[in-house]
């Protein structure tokens, strides 16, 4: 029934391999077709396993595929499994569905790079390796999906290399993802090291959790606490959070798809999926809300005074996750899950929007430099704003709804403080993001008269996919709407992934009866108050109309001369990146330094004085060669010539000599004869 | 007056002494090979001379293969000479002293 799970990531590595490899020769409109129909048809395949999954009764909605054993020593056996249940085939679906639309924007934006093929090749790469991680069964798989998304990462981030700055990004996310990725790697090792000793020799889920029952809690909390380690460098938590901001190098539609609607929500699917353990390890899920809390109010008020278009969504991205952290830490999987979804598409969509923007200015991304947007740029404006008042929580578009069950189940689960900061987070949210649209979209031109005369609305490849991921935003918050009979659909749909953890079978269905009672009401009014009153206090700052009407000292440079040390620190993002600089990058600078100036004196001292102390040797040597060996042969050559002196002299060559010689000897043999006789 | 062997040795004998000294003292190679051939010459003539004295075929027979052999050797002799001149452009011996020590 489920077979086919495998073709969904097949389609995208098919379309990645293609595009690699003729992308050269088949022209960018066969490149665009060939990159947006593979995911176009993951998406396809994973619909129609969608609805295979519904027409399951909710306890049989759980089956892998097991494609082919990958690694099996002895008793251990790691397969190629996919995994079909509700939480994986959701995931498919917004992966490869916000994926669809940002190709088909990618064919517009990326129209003019020399870099085409490349583009879209590494982009379906990156589907891939994102439908693997999150259709994966087992926790080795999942990590090859986690790594090669890591991966593509690092590729897009470094896409136009030749800028410096991109390519530092590039490493910036590599490396701080590497800290987390350790962790995540330690936490499966000891995983499957305390579930061997209860004899399962796997890392399948489904065996891995069912063995985590039996396991002492503090191992589970290490485990869980190492496995959080990865989601915090994956999904940009603090303190890991520092390559986020900085992966904005990219271009733009990678930002939208990776850094914001799939890849960096892979730390909460990640948790999600791993709902069991979590449950198991309490002290752990605390760490997390508190954690994501805390992001979500750090990052939120970085955004505050942000004033690249794109570093402020990437703030507001880090803080959004922040709040997904928080949900899943309390242990509202489905809650967290809903806003992951919601959030994919509305962030999706201002980060689509945001490059919309770019584009009609020439590159321009400074909200100082703009203004006065909306009238040339109608189609994006719109949407973009569809956008922000989603994202800002105003009912009945979908952040609200995903954004006020998380703030109902941190309340309801007893951490008002952590809903406390989740409401004020909530504001700053809504304010930071009314400042972006007010500085982009109203008032007077700020741009220079060049880049005025070139603004342009962007083509209909661009704006259609803004369009649909609009109404999507709008629309998607009914699958978590809280007033159906028996719950949020999304809720009921997910809860038969949630319910194996503390939540014992009845737990689900009591929660969702307990319903939204009258406090469930009163948080709403509060949290739309909150987000009404950040929208408010945004407009009396930036909008104009407003503006002259706002009370005397309500002014964006007033506020930022009165409160300069705050300003400051906000503006330089806590200095986070300079204390890393500080602690971590110079110590190995100068150890680095150290181990070089090491290298210079002992190393090489040792090998330049083997080279002296070879040539001192081959000098001695040359010398009693020269007087010792040679002094020999030639003293024994003078010997020679000098006792041969005599004889030579005999051997005139003349040969009347000879003859001579020769007649005078013979003539004294004759003599000698005659006297003898 | 009749002739003796004494007159056939002393006629060898001068015929000697004339080739010896033309040996030693000309400078030409080819008058030095013609008093080599006196020598030959000489000696032929007191063998004949004593073969004759002593009734004894031998000194004959040893003068025949002398004066073939003496052709054979005047032959090489002359090639060689042709072959030297024809390298050093000379024929007096004075100047063919390349193999002194």
Redesign the interface.
């Known amino acids: 029934m489920f077979d086919i799970i495998w073709l969904i990531p097949l389609f995208p590595l098919t379309g990645a391999v293609a595009n690699a490899l003729a992308g050269a020769r088949i022209g960018r409109k066969a490149i665009g077709w060939i990159g947006c129909s593979a995911v176009a048809l993951a998406f396809l395949v994973a619909t129609v396993l969608f609805f295979r999954l519904t027409g399951l009764p909710p306890d049989q909605r759980s089956a892998t595929v097991t494609m082919f054993g990958w690694i099996a020593s002895g008793g251990f056996q790691i397969d190629a499994v996919f995994l079909a249940d509700p939480l994986s085939i959701l995931m498919a679906l917004v992966v490869s569905g916000v994926g669809f639309l940002i190709h088909v924007y990618s064919v517009g934006y990326m129209h003019d790079d020399r870099g085409f093929g490349r583009y879209f090749s590494f982009l379906n790469l990156f589907v891939f390796f994102m439908l693997v991680l999150v259709l994966s069964g087992d926790f080795l798989v999942m990590f090859f999906g986690w790594e090669g998304v890591g991966l593509c990462s690092y590729l897009l981030i470094g896409f136009w290399y030749e800028k410096k700055s991109a390519s530092d990004a590039g490493k910036k996310a590599f490396i701080v993802n590497r800290v987390g990725d350790f962790g995540f790697i330690i936490g499966i090792l000891l995983l499957f090291w305390s579930v061997a000793g209860q004899g399962v020799q796997s890392l399948r889920f489904d065996a891995v959790f069912d063995a985590a029952r039996h396991l002492p809690p503090h191992t589970l909390t290490l485990v869980t606490a190492l496995l959080f380690a990865g989601a915090i460098g994956k999904s940009a938590q603090f303190p890991l959070h520092v390559w986020l901001p900085d992966a904005m190098e990219g271009p733009t539609p990678v930002s939208a798809l990776i850094h914001a609607a799939t890849m960096v929500t892979a730390g909460v699917y990640m948790v999600a999926r791993n709902s069991v353990l979590f449950t198991l390890a309490p002290v752990t899920g605390e760490v997390v809300a508190g954690l994501g809390i805390f992001t979500a109010l750090f990052a939120a008020t970085i955004g505050l005074v942000q004033n690249d278009i794109k570093k402020v969504l990437a703030y507001s991205t880090v803080s959004q996750l922040g709040y997904m952290f928080a949900a899943v830490g309390v242990g509202a999987f489905s809650a967290g899950i809903f806003h992951l979804m919601t959030h994919a598409f509305f962030k999706g969509l201002l980060f689509l929007g945001a490059g919309s923007v770019i584009h009609a200015m020439s590159g321009e991304q400074d909200m100082q430099r703009m203004g006065g947007l909306y009238r040339p740029l109608k189609a994006t404006a719109i949407t973009f704003i569809i956008g922000a008042v989603a994202i800002a929580g105003i009912p009945p578009l979908s952040g609200f709804w995903s954004k006020d069950e998380i703030l109902y189940e941190v309340f309801r689960r007893g951490h008002p403080v952590l809903w406390a900061a989740g409401l004020l987070t909530a504001a700053m949210t809504a304010f930071y993001i009314f400042r972006q649209v007010f500085l982009i979209f109203s008032g007077p031109s700020r741009a220079d008269e060049h880049t005025r005369s070139h603004i342009h609305e962007s083509p209909r490849v661009m704006t259609v996919p803004l369009i649909v991921l609009a109404a999507s935003a709008a629309i998607a918050g009914v699958f978590g709407f809280p007033f159906f009979k028996g719950g949020s659909p999304l809720h009921h749909f997910l809860s038969p992934v949630f319910a194996g953890g503390v939540h014992h079978a009845g737990a689900v269905a009591e929660e969702a009866a307990a319903g939204h009672g009258a406090t469930a009401f009163i948080l709403m009014g509060v949290s739309v108050v909150a987000a009404v009153t950040g929208i408010l206090l945004a407009a009396f700052l930036y909008a104009e109309p407003f503006r002259r009407r706002a009370p005397s000292g309500l002014h964006p440079e007033v506020l930022a001369k009165r409160f300069t040390r705050l300003h400051n620190l906000l503006l330089n993002k806590y200095y986070v990146d300079e204390i890393y600089g500080k602690l971590i990058v110079d110590p190995l600078t100068r150890a680095a330094r150290t181990c070089l100036s090491f290298d210079l004196s002992v190393i090489d001292g040792l090998v330049n004085g083997t080279g002296w102390l070879t040539r001192l040797t081959a000098w001695f040597s040359h010398q009693f060669d020269i007087y010792i060996v040679d002094g020999l042969v030639n003293s024994l050559a003078t010997l020679v010539r000098y006792s041969s002196g005599v004889w030579r002299g005999l051997q005139t060559g003349y040969l009347q000599n000879y003859a001579l010689i020769f007649v005078v000897g013979v003539l004294l043999m004759i003599a000698g004869v005659l006297v003898v006789i | 007056m009749t002739v003796t062997l004494n007159h056939y040795l002393l006629l060898s004998m001068v015929l000697f002494s004339i080739g010896?000294m033309g040996?030693?003292?000309r400078r030409n190679i080819i008058i030095?090979l013609m008093s080599l051939e006196l020598i030959f010459n000489a000696a032929n003539l007191s063998l004949a001379a004593f073969s004759y004295y002593l009734q004894s075929i031998n000194g004959m027979v040893f003068v025949v293969f002398s004066i073939t052999v003496a052709a054979a050797e005047v032959a090489v002799g002359l090639a060689i000479l042709v072959a030297v001149f024809r390298f050093r452009k000379t024929v007096y011996?004075?100047e063919?002293?390349?193999?002194?020590?």
Request: charged share 15%.
């Open positions: 010896v040996v030693l003292l030095v011996i004075d063919l002293n390349q193999m002194r020590g």
